[in-house]
């Protein structure tokens, strides 16, 4: 009886402490996998990116609204009109860096330096790949960044 005991307790102690599968390197297979990701992902934005700038530079009132008049009926609209541009304009700069760091995953790929980790050198895991194919870092490095506690690899002097 003891021995079921202490073998149960042993079986236990192994489930509870982490647990930590070592990465290994991507497949083929999943790299053309997360590739048609990025670049599924890259044509939307470049939809998104070419509507919202039309939006945010649209020549006036008249040909946004179909009003009659280029004078807005009340003061506001014209703060209204300035919010609206400066928030299509805030987007649009989002999804260029968006854009730009999708490219930069695709370069990666090319280079056969693509899941690895820019801060660690160490592979990132799959699900952060499938999560966002366009990460540069793994999480714990992505969190260090965030709080401040290393710098960009590219940063650094």
């Known amino acids: 009886m003891a021995k079921k005991r202490k073998k149960a307790a042993k079986s ?14 991507l497949t083929t297979a999943e790299i053309e996998h997360l590739k048609a990701l990025l670049l599924e992902k890259r044509r939307e934005l470049i939809g998104d990116v070419n509507e919202m700038h039309d939006e945010a530079f649209r020549k006036s009132r008249l040909d946004a ?10 003061m506001a609209d014209i703060g209204t009109d300035n919010f609206e541009q400066e928030f299509a304009l805030d987007l ?11 490219d930069d995953a695709l370069e990666r790929i090319e280079s ?42 590219e940063e650094t002097p």
């Open 65 to 74: 609204s179909g009003d009659l008049s280029s004078m807005p009926i009340h």
């Open 92 to 102: 649009l700069d989002s999804e260029r860096k968006l854009l730009h760091e999708i």
């Open 112 to 153: 056969k330096t693509y899941g690895v980790c820019e801060g660690t050198a160490k592979p990132i895991p799959r699900a952060r790949l499938e999560a966002q194919p366009w990460a540069r870092y793994c999480v714990e490095y992505a969190r260090m960044l965030e709080l401040g506690l290393v710098t960009r690899p």
């Open 12 to 25: 236990s102690a192994k489930k509870t402490g982490p647990t930590r599968k070592r990465e290994k390197a």
